[in-house]
């Protein structure tokens, strides 16, 4: 069937069996294109197999996952799924130390593998440091992902015996001095500068004049706004030093002031005089005759 398309657009990323790929004379992705062998049955792209995993795996079968497989669970018996001759293609995998051997014979030699160290629990990338964590998965954590030390979750790493952080550890500044005594090892550390900054957010339109820059001495950060307003009297310079914004539709600004603007902003669709942006119209000058509107434009946001 394939064979008779004269031309596919993907908008995004294209995913199938190797054999296929030369079936399509014309295919136009806009991401990036991946191909698994024809004889693998495909899991999720990060996928985790629970107790019961080996017990269903097909003799002699090969799985594919697109990102990685966490053989993390405590139930799973890798050695049935060895002795199966199961096999598993993924670029990396996860594996606790006492399990490693018998998950070499699960993957090739091109597959990452990332071993969990004896005793630790592992921690998924979406999961927070609390007190519930710590109640679930005990003393030793080996977190996948980043790591945000809070002034809420840092009296929690005394509870701890281990930590290992995979990914970048946050700690704020204030809390530098504290951490220093603490057992972790990590990929990174980023020292978080406490934000002294006045924040104006989550509105339909936002007017920034003189008045509040001048109350402002530690600057101004302006996100998630429909329409930003900078006043005429606000030189380039100012805008330079004092103003950061991020995420807002449309910025109105002198001509004097784009040039500045544009180096300030990020993710902003319209920056120029109101004459030039015309009045908003669509679903943002809606959104704008709304009372109690928030304004949230983000590449993604989760309710």
């Given amino acids: 069937m394939l064979e008779t ?150 009296p929690l790493l005394s509870q701890l015996e281990k930590l290992y952080v995979l990914g970048t550890l946050s700690v704020p500044e204030n809390l530098k001095d504290s951490f220093s005594q603490i057992d972790v090892e990590c990929s990174s550390v980023k020292i978080v500068k406490e934000e002294k900054r006045r924040i104006l957010e989550n509105r339909p339109r936002i007017i920034l004049d003189s008045n509040i820059l001048t109350s402002s001495p530690q600057g101004i950060l302006v996100r998630n706004c429909a329409i930003l307003t900078i006043d005429v009297n606000i030189t380039p310079r100012e805008i330079l030093d004092q103003i950061e914004i991020i995420n807002c539709a449309r910025v109105d600004c002198t001509e004097n002031q784009k040039s500045a603007v544009y180096q300030k902003s990020i993710n902003v669709s319209q920056i120029g005089s109101r004459k030039e942006n015309g009045e908003p119209g669509g679903m943002l000058g809606i959104l704008l005759n709304l009372p109690a509107t928030k304004m949230i434009n983000a590449d993604k946001y989760v309710l």
């Avoid at 062998?37 to 799985?63: N, W």
């Avoid at 993957?107 to 440091?129: C, K, N, Q, R, W």
């Fill in 5 to 154: 398309l004269r031309a596919i657009n993907v908008t995004g990323s294209l995913l199938c069996p190797v054999s296929l790929l030369t079936c399509i004379k014309d295919l136009y992705v806009t991401g990036e294109i991946k191909a698994y062998p024809d004889d693998c049955i495909v899991l999720s792209s990060i996928f985790t197999p629970d107790m019961y995993f080996h017990l269903r795996a097909k003799e002699g079968q090969k799985y594919y996952a697109e990102q990685e497989i966490r053989l993390t669970d405590s139930d799973i018996n890798l050695a049935v799924l060895r002795n199966k001759k199961v096999q598993f293609i993924s670029p990396r995998f996860f594996v606790p130390a006492e399990k490693a051997s018998d998950a070499l014979e699960l993957f090739d030699e091109t597959a990452s593998m990332e071993i969990v160290p004896h005793g630790y629990v592992f921690v998924g990338e979406d999961e927070e440091l609390n007190q519930k964590l710590l109640k679930k998965y005990g003393k030793r954590l080996y977190f996948r992902g980043d790591l945000d030390l809070t002034e809420e979750n840092t």
